[in-house]
């Protein structure tokens, strides 16, 4: 009888998806740094109730969350290419839009994607503080902006902490839809090496495995952080 | 600094909550606003701190309209009820931020800062964080961080509600010393008559988004302005009765008023006895009325006698001194005559009658 794995050609594959994971962690990171200021701002929108401003924030906010993110990946990779076409015929700008990566499109689903669910969290954290602490922020003489930016933000971030170490997550696994549209990342990675072989389930395990133990790192460095961040709340008086 | 409240008017959401507050606060003064929950007290030191906005009227600070100008802009001292120490900065850092914001020289905070936690006897504790600071350690951060920039009105909203007894009683000596050090206008708000009283130099009376009355501890105490004051200021015994020039009638007893009440023609009224101003006797002397003794309950310096005297409404409860209680040697059960020393009468508003009523009294 066959073994049901078969263990060397499994080793054999660890190299190759480790090559792809660069751009699994590139999309991860670039998605997230570009969405957290996003979310940031959308946040801030929603609670000082910017006009219009306010209502462009809901509606984006509500779609994003209101549609799939693989549909979401299509309209960006599909669509934009074709918006930017037809602006630049309109208005006569020289714009090669086949010369935009398929990255870039990835890049962008997933800014505005996590954007949305971030701000959230971040509407939520901010809410969370109380309402005295801005009020003393500005008896002792600063104004809302500094009041938010210097007493507000820094406790609201730190409610924000676990749940944005959970968007983190769901954003790494997310990326494996960047493949779709021709993202070579890990799980595009494992569908070649796969395909070459048609050993999917050996080749599909290891890839899970991959993904997990980055997971587990990121949940280590998200306690580590949380517990930095913490280090003023929870202690007993002495 | 001085402060000017002029005919301000407060609504939240069409909720009347002030209603044409006049107030006039002379500079160095310590004052607390002393009201029923929802009378409109904190609201009104809200207005002053320029937290809250006024609907009507004018907040003037050493005769300078500032109605306008945001808290920022007033430089006052607020200490939040439930003191919102910034939880994410320590002791020093809460205390140095508002001179950190207004960018004062290193030198200059660090000397302010140490200056400040002397004064609030928290030098030992300037590295911890809120969080490890027990209830009366944060009100004393809080005092600090409100003195920081040296502002010139100090407002404190409920300042020892949530301590224990003891902490109270502590902090409200040491709040008193602390003005007559510093000698900072100082409006604090308080439900709490007695801290009133031990505190402020004068007390605002507040009820239902009115003053009722100002004036020193002793003169609102013995000269209550209203029947609100009179209730709200110590245990009382109402009556209800009728006032006649200087003669007040409670139930077929006629009681010789000391001020007499200001009604010349027959008038329905509210008759206020203090307990410590109701004499018992054991055999019935002029102008007594006959009392059964309910419980005899030993206070200390003092004994409270409660009683139910069936012609005048039921319960009745006298103080009695110690010794005074000793030679009487009352027990539940016993029949007794009372006497008020003291009557004080108030002409009843047609629109008071029902919540007096309510009140049980």
New interface residues.
Partial sequence: MEPLLDYPFMVSVVPALLRALPVTLNVTVVSMSLALPLALATALVRISRVPVLRHVAALYVSFMRGTPLLVQIYLAYYGLPKVLNHLGDRYGWSLDVSSIPAIAFIYLAFTLNVGAYASETFRAAIEAI?R??M?????????RW?GMR??VL??AL?IALPSLGNTVIALLKDTSLAFLVSVVELMGEAKIQAARGLQFFEVYLVAALVYWVICIGIERGMAVLERRVR???????? | MSIVVREVEKAFDATPVLRGVSLEIPDGELVALLGPSGCGKTTLLRIIAGLESADAGEVRHDGEDVSARSARERNVGVVFQHYALFRHMTVEENVAFALRVRRRPRAQVAARVAELLRLVQLEGLKGRYPQQLSGGQRQRVALARALATEPRILLLDEPFGALDARVRQELRRWLRRLHDELHVTSVFVTHDQEEAFEVADRVVLMNAGRVEQVGTPAQVFEEPASAFVMRFLGAVNAFKGWVEGDRAFVSGLDLELVAPASAAHRARAHVFVRPHELDVHRAPVPGSFAANVDRVLPLGAAVRIELSAPGFGGMVEAELDVRRSEALALAPGDAVHLSPRRVRVFPSREDELDSLTASGL
């Fill in positions: 109380d005295g602490q009020e003393a922020a500005l008896s002792v003489g600063m104004t500094q210097r007493i820094p406790q730190t280090r003023y709340e929870g202690l007993s008086p002495a």
